[in-house]
């Protein structure tokens, strides 16, 4: 069988090639696909390093380099694809000498047309990861906020592990953690099986009284049902309460139920981001609709009875859950999404994102809501905004920073995709976001230097290669010495002040974040920055 099977095989390929043979006169061959292409110049990078591999600003370096001889004044070379002076050529080895303006990454060289890559170097600054920092792996997923707390951060997110502590069943990480400073899992706070049947927690906020409020997509916390929000004791347990309840059952147990002591939630879109403000109250900001709370002098352990209320956007609660109906009550709410906002002045919140009109008034992308839920008409704002994405707020330098989409801001007109307000909306005129090219800047934040911290989609800087995110002066220039580190690979969501292992001036850096430099980082790192 074997041999009948190859026999017919070997006849038809007979027959096929006696067919080709016959057919040729009539069959136009194409052009070679691969003829003319360039013959490889033998040109390569024969180590993995260069010489030395970390060189700062005006220093020189070698790279090893073959068969480079017979092009010798013919180099192009570049480091992260900002083009570098070549010092001296020889047959196995070209020195560099590193510019002024220059990110750590790769190195190229460019002869004749074809293009040969080559080693990393990288550049030395005064921002750099905190090698000393506890933490190894990280979250797994994104975090969104951090608190500072007892000597310590909660954090919270849409992460379901830490540092693979979350091994078993009775190990939770999911969607709020306590760590200490050293960035070390810390029992000061416990938070049960945490935050479940949605995507985690979006905000924590602390209130007058100690306790805490989260907010975010999820329904559940340690177990017990909330619906996206919910009140946490000191110790980080859900705040809980006995009720009587229907009892539909011949069970006296059920009579009585064990709940969430802030009767208090939100239907639909979940809260984007909750404040405490005075009178041991709490403001939720989001892009919902409704409001709810239970009666459960008609509720059974199974089953609730929900009363609702209209409640668009920005609503206060008070320390058990229910609506302060004197806070924008019915209001209309904004006309478009809100993606982003900020408590000033302890009261006053401001709302941004992609909007024109709040409760029926024109406002551009960005209103101030007041302490009594009315529209702040001297917060006001002049520019062309599409849309603002991130808002935050230095409390001791009373700036506010926003970054998104926008152009023509400030008296001199000149202020595009990233702004430093003052408190009553007008802008800081000292910050010019400079040239980014096609990027968008995302986030923005006034640290207390003075300086800010910028993240987006930004490649470059006032032309020069420069990853994502940057850490600019009070002008909104940019000096080598914080921007050497390259690439940043994620998204910012959260910036907190602290102090790193030595001492020196730090920042808790969250989000949603694979890499800093050449490290992997899980959405959380601590970066040193020395003066």
Same mark, same amino acid.
């Given at each position: 069988?074997?041999?009948?099977?190859?026999?017919?095989?070997?006849?038809?390929?007979?027959?096929?090639?006696?067919?080709?043979?016959?057919?040729?006169?009539?069959?136009?061959?194409?052009?070679?696909?691969?003829?003319?292409?360039?013959?490889?110049?033998?040109?390569?990078?024969?180590?993995?390093?260069?010489?030395?591999?970390?060189?700062?600003?005006?220093?020189?370096?070698?790279?090893?380099?073959?068969?480079?001889?017979?092009?010798?004044?013919?180099?192009?070379?570049?480091?992260?694809?900002?083009?570098?002076?070549?010092?001296?050529?020889?047959?196995?080895?070209?020195?560099?000498?590193?510019?002024?303006?220059?990110?750590?990454?790769?190195?190229?060289?460019?002869?004749? $047309?074809?293009?040969?890559?080559?080693?990393?170097?990288?550049?030395?600054?005064?921002?750099?990861?905190?090698? #000393?920092?506890?933490?190894?792996?990280?979250? /797994? *997923?994104?975090?969104?906020? =951090?608190?500072?707390?007892?000597?310590?951060?909660?954090?919270?997110?849409?992460?379901?592990?830490?540092?693979?502590?979350?091994?078993?069943?009775?190990?939770? /990480?999911?969607?709020?953690?306590?760590?200490?400073?050293?960035?070390?899992?810390?029992?000061?706070?416990?938070?049960?099986?945490?935050?479940?049947?949605?995507?985690? =927690?979006?905000?924590?906020? !602390?209130?007058?009284?100690?306790?805490?409020?989260?907010?975010?997509?999820?329904?559940?916390?340690? !177990?017990?049902?909330?619906? #996206?929000?919910?009140?946490?004791?000191?110790?980080?347990?859900?705040?809980?309460?006995?009720?009587?309840?229907?009892?539909?059952?011949?069970?006296?147990?059920?009579?009585?139920?064990?709940?969430?002591?802030?009767?208090?939630?939100?239907?639909?879109?979940?809260?984007?981001?909750?404040?405490?403000?005075?009178?041991?109250?709490?403001?939720?900001?989001?892009?919902?609709?409704?409001?709810?709370?239970?009666?459960?002098?008609?509720?059974?352990?199974?089953?609730?009875?929900?009363?609702?209320?209209?409640?668009? #956007?920005?609503? /206060?609660?008070?320390?058990?859950?229910?609506?302060?109906?004197?806070?924008?009550?019915?209001? @209309?709410?904004?006309?478009?999404?809100?993606?982003?906002?900020?408590?000033?002045?302890?009261?006053?919140?401001?709302?941004?994102?992609?909007?024109?009109?709040?409760?029926?008034?024109?406002?551009?992308?960005?209103?101030?809501?007041?302490?009594? $839920?009315?529209?702040?008409?001297?917060?006001?704002?002049?520019?062309?905004?599409?849309?603002?994405?991130?808002?935050?707020?230095?409390? @001791?330098?009373?700036? =506010?920073? =926003?970054?998104?989409?926008?152009?023509?801001?400030?008296?001199?007109?000149?202020?595009?995709?990233?702004?430093?307000?003052?408190?009553?909306?007008?802008?800081?005129?000292? *910050?010019?976001?400079?040239?980014?090219? #096609?990027?968008?800047?995302? *986030?923005?934040?006034?640290?207390?230097?003075?300086?800010?911290?910028?993240?987006?989609?930004?490649?470059?800087?006032?032309?020069?290669? /420069?990853?994502?995110?940057?850490?600019?002066?009070?002008?909104?220039?940019?000096?080598?010495?914080?921007?050497?580190?390259?690439?940043?690979?994620?998204?910012?969501? !959260?910036?907190?002040?602290?102090?790193?292992?030595?001492?020196?001036?730090?920042?808790?850096?969250?989000?949603?974040?694979? @890499?800093?430099?050449? !490290?992997?980082? $899980?959405?959380?790192?601590?970066?040193?920055?020395?003066?």
């Amino acid at each position: 069988m074997k041999r009948i099977k190859l026999d017919k095989i070997w006849y038809a390929m007979l027959v096929l090639a006696l067919g080709f043979s016959s057919c040729s006169k009539d069959i136009a061959l194409g052009t070679d696909p691969y003829a003319g292409g360039k013959e490889s110049l033998g040109v390569g990078f024969y180590t993995s390093y260069a010489n030395p591999e970390i060189a700062k600003p005006g220093e020189l370096v070698d790279f090893y380099v073959k068969g480079i001889k017979p092009y010798l004044g013919k180099i192009n070379f570049s480091v992260n694809d900002t083009k570098v002076e070549v010092i001296t050529a020889k047959d196995s080895l070209v020195t560099i000498k590193v510019p002024a303006e220059i990110s750590s990454g790769n190195a190229k060289i460019e002869v004749d $047309g074809q293009v040969f890559y080559g080693p990393r170097l990288d550049i030395e600054g005064n921002a750099s990861l905190d090698e #000393n920092y506890g933490m190894v792996n990280g979250f /797994r *997923f994104a975090v969104s906020d =951090i608190l500072p707390n007892a000597g310590g951060y909660i954090v919270t997110g849409s992460f379901i592990n830490f540092e693979n502590e979350a091994v078993d069943k009775k190990v939770f /990480r999911n969607g709020i953690h306590f760590i200490d400073a050293n960035g070390k899992s810390a029992t000061t706070m416990t938070f049960g099986e945490g935050a479940s049947g949605g995507g985690g =927690i979006n905000s924590v906020t !602390k209130m007058t009284d100690g306790k805490f409020v989260i907010g975010g997509p999820f329904g559940t916390f340690d !177990k017990r049902r909330v619906n #996206n929000i919910a009140k946490l004791n000191t110790d980080g347990k859900l705040d809980t309460m006995i009720v009587d309840v229907v009892n539909t059952t011949d069970n006296p147990r059920n009579s009585r139920d064990t709940v969430s002591a802030f009767n208090g939630g939100i239907l639909g879109n979940a809260p984007l981001k909750v404040f405490a403000v005075s009178d041991n109250m709490v403001v939720a900001v989001g892009n919902f609709k409704d409001y709810y709370k239970i009666d459960y002098t008609y509720s059974s352990r199974d089953n609730r009875r929900y009363l609702l209320t209209e409640a668009k #956007n920005v609503i /206060r609660m008070k320390a058990d859950g229910s609506l302060d109906s004197t806070f924008a009550f019915k209001n @209309q709410g904004a006309n478009g999404n809100i993606m982003d906002a900020a408590l000033i002045d302890n009261d006053r919140v401001v709302i941004v994102g992609a909007f024109t009109s709040y409760n029926g008034k024109a406002v551009p992308g960005i209103a101030c809501i007041k302490k009594d $839920g009315t529209l702040d008409p001297s917060f006001n704002l002049a520019g062309t905004i599409d849309r603002i994405l991130k808002i935050t707020y230095n409390e @001791q330098l009373k700036k =506010i920073a =926003i970054a998104g989409v926008f152009k023509g801001l400030g008296a001199n007109g000149k202020v595009n995709g990233a702004a430093i307000l003052n408190t009553d909306g007008t802008v800081d005129d000292q *910050f010019v976001f400079q040239d980014a090219g #096609n990027g968008i800047p995302t *986030f923005a934040q006034v640290l207390n230097n003075g300086r800010v911290i910028i993240d987006g989609t930004m490649e470059s800087y006032n032309n020069v290669r /420069r990853t994502n995110m940057l850490i600019l002066e009070k002008d909104g220039s940019l000096l080598q010495k914080y921007n050497s580190q390259a690439p940043f690979s994620g998204a910012i969501r !959260k910036v907190v002040e602290t102090k790193s292992s030595l001492g020196l001036p730090a920042l808790l850096i969250g989000g949603s974040i694979s @890499q800093y430099g050449k !490290k992997t980082v $899980g959405n959380f790192f601590r970066l040193e920055v020395k003066e």
